[in-house]
């Protein structure tokens, strides 16, 4: 079956430059999740979309943005680079209905600020 | 504030016997409770889930027990096996169709051979 794909897998970026991530949901999913996971820590959930409208926010810094586009992939574009941005970035999709919350989750892309 | 607690960083379990993983949560508005398992370099991965009006739930050697009252949930693997090693997240939202999820810090699982 067709699982979410994030790309790149891995990406090094010097300070202050900026990055964008990629993530393509499983097809026909209709939510799109980013969540953050830094070193020995739980997942932390960023920003998502449904239906090509922001949802919810999270913890995402001003200095990051996202959307969700009209074939349903999205971007997260990170700017002004900080080494704490250094983390493991995870895309995850879900269906809205039925309710049940199960997120399917990409293989995360490892963003180094150097 | 942690709202989902896996206060357990670590557990090894030997092959066959049952591994119980605890999570708690303070946020009595959560109705829904997933555990997503993660090997080294891969996304989480869904494991089970459980929604508040159950107290438990079983998919194959898998079940998850949840105590409101409590708001505590464990998850149970029976028998275990070393391909079950990984680390494994308790994750707890509002069912309201797409809602974020918090997760836990999670628990490092070892299966001994």
């Known amino acids: 079956a067709a699982g979410v794909i994030q790309s790149p897998r891995h990406l090094i970026k010097e300070k202050r430059e900026t990055a964008t991530l990629k993530c393509y949901p499983i097809p026909r999913h209709d939510t799109v999740y980013w969540y953050q996971q830094g070193p020995g820590q739980d997942p932390q959930f960023l920003i998502s979309f449904y239906e090509k409208m922001q949802s919810d926010k999270g913890s995402i810094p001003d200095r990051f943005s996202a959307q969700q586009f009209s074939d349903y992939h999205s971007e997260l574009n990170m700017s002004s680079l900080e080494l704490g941005d250094s983390a493991l970035y995870f895309c995850a999709s879900s269906l809205e209905q039925p309710a049940g919350n199960e997120q399917f989750f990409g293989p995360g892309t490892r963003l180094t600020v150097l | 504030d942690q709202q989902v607690k896996q206060n357990s960083p670590s557990l090894s379990v030997q092959e066959g016997r049952i591994s119980i993983l605890n999570c708690d949560y303070t946020?009595?508005?959560?109705?829904?409770f997933l555990w997503y398992k993660k090997y080294p370099a891969e996304g989480p991965t869904f494991l089970i889930s459980?929604?508040?009006?159950?107290d438990k739930n079983e998919d194959g050697r898998f079940t998850v027990f949840l105590n409101k009252s409590a708001k505590h949930l464990s998850l149970h693997i029976v028998p275990s096996q070393p391909g079950d090693s990984a680390v494994y997240f308790c994750?707890?939202?509002?069912?309201?169709?797409?809602?974020?999820?918090?997760f836990g810090k999670g628990t490092r699982l070892s299966v001994i051979a």
């Open positions: 459980i929604s508040s009006i159950k």
């Open positions: 946020n009595s508005m959560f109705d829904y």
């Open positions: 994750a707890a939202t509002v069912d309201s169709g797409n809602t974020p999820l918090v």
